[in-house]
T-cell receptor, first 117, second 111 residues
Framework: DAGVIQSPRHEVTEMGQEVTLRCKPI?????LFWYRQTMMRGLELLIY????????DSGMPEDRFSAKMPNASFSTLKIQPSEPRDSAVYFC?????FGAGGTGELFFGEGSRLTVL | DAKTTQPNSMESNEEEPVHLPCNHS???????IHWYRQLPSQGPEYVIH???SNVNNRMASLAIAEDRKSSTLILHRATLRDAAVYYC????????????FGAGTRLTVKP
C-alpha cells in the first residue's frame, strides 16, 4: 500500500485566498484524522471521521475551516479565506477500527506545509 | 486539560538505553496507552501501545505501572536515528476514540 497520500506537499498563497488540502487514506481504513502542527501550539487535532461521518470537529478553529469526506478514499480540508496565522503543517492520518483486529494505529501522511503571506 | 504529562526534553548517549516516562494519573479503565514519535520533518509514527501488561516490539518496550497511572517507553539501545519527539497518548476505543497529542518529550541522542 502507498500509505496516506496528501497533496499538495507545499502551498504558498496570499491572505484571503481559498486553500484546499487533500488526503487519500489507506484503503480499508475507516478512521480519518486531520491535524495541524505549529511551533507555538504543537500538534492539534482538528477533526476526525469514522466511516466518512464527522465525529468530532471541536478542534476546527473557526468557520473559515471546513472538512469533508465524500467517500472512503478521499477527504478535503478547506480554508476560506486564509489568513497568515493559518500557516502550519497540516497532517492527515488514517486508522483501522480499533479492536476489530486492528491496533488502532494511526498512519500519517507526509503533511502539507501551508504558508499564507 | 492534559491527560498525560511528560518531561519536555531528555538526552541520551548513543547505544545506551533510554527510559522515557509518562504520567497519566487520571487514566480510565478503558484507556489504552499509545506512544508515537515524530522524526524531524516527518509525520508522527506509531511506536507501541498497551493496556495493562508490558509490551515489546521491534522498536521498543512499554512498561506499565501496576496502577496504570504511569508508563515508561524503553529504547534498549538508542541510535542517532532515534532523536525525535516522543508522544504518550491515552486513547479510549469505546468512548470518543480520538487521538490528541500533547507536547511530548524531545529526545536528543549524543554520539
Amino acid at each position: 500500500d502507498a500509505g496516506v497520500i496528501q497533496s499538495p506537499r507545499h502551498e504558498v498563497t496570499e491572505m484571503g485566498q481559498e486553500v484546499t488540502l487533500r488526503c487519500k487514506p489507506i484503503s480499508g481504513h475507516d478512521y480519518l484524522f486531520w491535524y495541524r502542527q505549529t511551533m507555538m501550539r504543537g500538534l492539534e487535532l482538528l477533526i476526525y471521521f469514522n466511516n466518512n461521518v464527522p465525529i468530532d470537529d471541536s478542534g476546527m478553529p473557526e468557520d473559515r475551516f471546513s472538512a469533508k469526506m465524500p467517500n472512503a478514499s478521499f477527504s478535503t480540508l478547506k480554508i476560506q479565506p486564509s489568513e497568515p496565522r493559518d500557516s502550519a503543517v497540516y497532517f492527515c492520518a488514517s486508522s483501522l477500527e480499533f479492536g476489530a483486529g486492528g491496533t488502532g494505529e494511526l498512519f500519517f501522511g507526509e503533511g502539507s506545509r501551508l504558508t499564507v503571506l | 486539560d492534559a491527560k498525560t504529562t511528560q518531561p519536555n526534553s531528555m538526552e541520551s548517549n548513543e547505544e545506551e538505553p533510554v527510559h522515557l516516562p509518562c504520567n497519566h494519573s487520571t487514566i480510565s479503565g478503558t484507556d489504552y496507552i499509545h506512544w508515537y514519535r515524530q522524526l524531524p520533518s516527518q509525520g508522527p509514527e506509531y511506536v507501541i501501545h498497551g493496556l495493562t501488561s508490558n509490551v515489546n516490539n521491534r522498536m521498543a518496550s512499554l512498561a506499565i505501572a501496576e496502577d496504570r497511572k504511569s508508563s515508561t517507553l524503553i529504547l534498549h539501545r538508542a541510535t542517532l536515528r532515534d532523536a525525535a519527539v516522543y508522544y504518550c497518548i491515552l486513547r479510549d476505543p469505546h468512548n470518543n476514540n480520538d487521538m490528541r497529542f500533547g507536547a511530548g518529550t524531545r529526545l536528543t541522542v549524543k554520539p
